[in-house]
Structures are given as structure tokens and as C-alpha cells.
């Protein structure tokens, strides 16, 4: 499993997205920036957003 924290991108915003896979997160990340904090995520931010994304195991760790 795949997550992305919201604050990580730099938003005050206790939002977690889960999903199998990188693009699967992007893509909700994408939905969820547009419809919570009226971003649109353009190629070269879902490409920094993707070097947030980490392993939910790894996330239990920290």
C-alpha cells in the first residue's frame, strides 16, 4: 500500500491518501488538491508530489 500525507506537499491539511500504486495515489492526490485547495496539479508538480509517496510500511515505522 502507497500514502501520501497532504501536509508532506506543503499543505495544512491532515488529509492521507492510500491506494496499491504511485499513479493510483497521484491520481486521488490530483482529485483531492482540485476539489480541497483549488490546485491543479500540472505534470512537473505530480512528479515532486511522487518523491513524497511512501510505503505504508515505512510509514508505520516513523
Do not use: W, Y
Not at 488529509?15 to 495515489?25: M, T
Not at 500540472?42 to 510500511?57: N, V
Amino acid at each position: 500500500m502507497k500514502t501520501l500525507n497532504c501536509s508532506d506537499a506543503g499543505f495544512d491539511c491532515k488529509g492521507v491518501i492510500k491506494a496499491n500504486s504511485v499513479e493510483e495515489v497521484l491520481q486521488q492526490a490530483a482529485i483531492h488538491a482540485k476539489e480541497v485547495h483549488g490546485v491543479a496539479v500540472t505534470p512537473e508538480l505530480a512528479a515532486q508530489i511522487a518523491t513524497l509517496i511512501k510505503d505504508e510500511k515505512e510509514e508505520s515505522r516513523n
